[in-house]
């Protein structure tokens, strides 16, 4: 019995000191500091994307986008926002879509009600979203010049979007749907819209981009991104038609700053032609005319 309470003395002390060797060795490891200034915000706003806050990465990169003079981080935050813009736009157009043709299918006039509401504020974020592009634009491709490349610096969502948003096509068909059901929609909608922009930015899918954000950073062809770019402006314009927002003065804005972009999408051109790329340039800027002539002899309220 001594010899027994003797060795697990022994063993309690060696425990006891492997447990102080393995606090000592923990207290005199160099603290990893938190970066600050430009990098600590864009770490935030990484930190914001991955988690799927994407109200607060913008947040996060509102002073890195208008830094003057432009900071390292500068160039990465406004592609950041450009997939987060789209990602929102895209959301925005499908909820919208889904309500006006349920509020036209239903009988119900509370619903009918409701889902006008909804689509009413839904267009609202929209054309913010499509303001925030069309700012980010602005300064990311300054007169008509954008870069051979640029740098996405994320990594992808850790809760993936659905390929199919739940419940859209009751919405569609004009059931009604509880509140907490609607917030639910709307979340869905959002991670599809940001994990479709992501696959569409790397030219592939969402396995795709998974893949290339696996390191948190992925290098874009500057062409390649314009025409993302360059879509995404049409799309924010047409946000504004009669149909929708009712601003033709923003809808000129938006193709004129989509005009832009492709009008660096040329610029690279000119050093490496492509016949194809060129054609798809023109059928950009067709849109953006197409878009002009629907707001024709059109008085928005």
């Given at each position: 019995?001594?010899?027994?309470?003797?060795?697990?003395?022994?063993?309690?002390?060696?425990?006891?000191?492997?447990?102080?060797?393995?606090?000592?060795?923990?207290?005199?490891?160099?603290?990893?500091?938190?970066?600050?200034?430009?990098?600590?915000?864009?770490?935030?706003?990484?930190?914001?994307?991955?988690?799927?806050?994407?109200?607060?990465?913008?947040?996060?990169?509102?002073?890195?986008?208008?830094?003057?003079?432009?900071?390292?981080?500068?160039?990465?935050?406004?592609?950041?926002?450009?997939?987060?813009?789209?990602?929102?736009?895209?959301?925005?157009?499908?909820?919208?879509?889904?309500?006006?043709?349920?509020?036209?299918?239903?009988?119900?006039?509370?619903?009918?009600?409701?889902?006008?509401?909804?689509?009413?504020?839904?267009?609202?974020?929209?054309?913010?979203?499509?303001?925030?592009?069309?700012?980010?634009?602005?300064?990311?491709?300054?007169?008509?010049?954008?870069?051979?490349?640029?740098?996405?610096?994320?990594?992808?969502?850790?809760?993936?979007?659905?390929?199919?948003?739940?419940?859209?096509?009751?919405?569609?068909?004009?059931?009604?749907?509880?509140?907490?059901?609607?917030?639910?929609?709307?979340?869905?909608?959002?991670?599809?819209?940001?994990?479709?922009?992501?696959?569409?930015?790397?030219?592939?899918?969402?396995?795709?981009?998974?893949?290339?954000?696996?390191?948190?950073?992925?290098?874009?062809?500057?062409?390649?991104?314009?025409?993302?770019?360059?879509?995404?402006?049409?799309?924010?314009?047409?946000?504004?038609?009669?149909?929708?927002?009712?601003?033709?003065?923003?809808?000129?804005?938006?193709?004129?700053?989509?005009?832009?972009?492709?009008?660096?999408?040329?610029?690279?051109?000119?050093?490496?032609?492509?016949k194809d790329k060129e054609n798809q340039v023109?059928?950009?800027?067709?849109?953006?005319?197409?878009?002009?002539?629907?707001?024709?002899?059109?008085?928005?309220?």
């Amino acid at each position: 019995m001594l010899s027994a309470v003797h060795t697990f003395g022994k063993s309690s002390r060696w425990l006891t000191g492997i447990t102080l060797a393995v606090v000592l060795l923990i207290s005199c490891s160099p603290t990893v500091e938190r970066p600050v200034g430009p990098a600590g915000a864009y770490a935030d706003a990484k930190d914001m994307f991955k988690r799927g806050r994407f109200g607060k990465a913008l947040e996060f990169t509102d002073g890195l986008a208008t830094a003057s003079p432009p900071t390292q981080f500068t160039e990465r935050a406004l592609v950041l926002r450009v997939v987060i813009y789209t990602g929102q736009l895209d959301s925005s157009k499908e909820l919208a879509e889904a309500y006006a043709t349920g509020a036209d299918k239903t009988a119900d006039s509370h619903v009918k009600a409701d889902f006008g509401r909804l689509r009413h504020d839904i267009l609202q974020e929209g054309g913010k979203a499509a303001l925030g592009l069309a700012e980010t634009a602005q300064r990311l491709v300054p007169d008509g010049v954008i870069a051979k490349e640029l740098t996405l610096e994320a990594s992808f969502p850790t809760t993936e979007g659905p390929s199919e948003v739940k419940d859209l096509e009751r919405v569609a068909g004009g059931g009604s749907i509880e509140p907490d059901q609607q917030a639910d929609v709307a979340a869905d909608s959002l991670r599809k819209g940001i994990d479709d922009a992501l696959a569409e930015v790397v030219m592939g899918d969402r396995a795709k981009a998974r893949s290339a954000l696996a390191t948190g950073s992925t290098k874009l062809n500057g062409l390649d991104f314009a025409f993302f770019l360059g879509k995404g402006l049409a799309e924010g314009a047409i946000m504004f038609d009669r149909k929708h927002l009712q601003d033709g003065q923003k809808a000129q804005a938006l193709c004129t700053e989509g005009d832009n972009v492709m009008k660096a999408a040329l610029a690279l051109l000119k050093d490496n032609p492509d016949k194809d790329k060129e054609n798809q340039v023109k059928k950009q800027q067709d849109q953006y005319k197409t878009i002009r002539k629907s707001l024709e002899h059109y008085v928005y309220q």
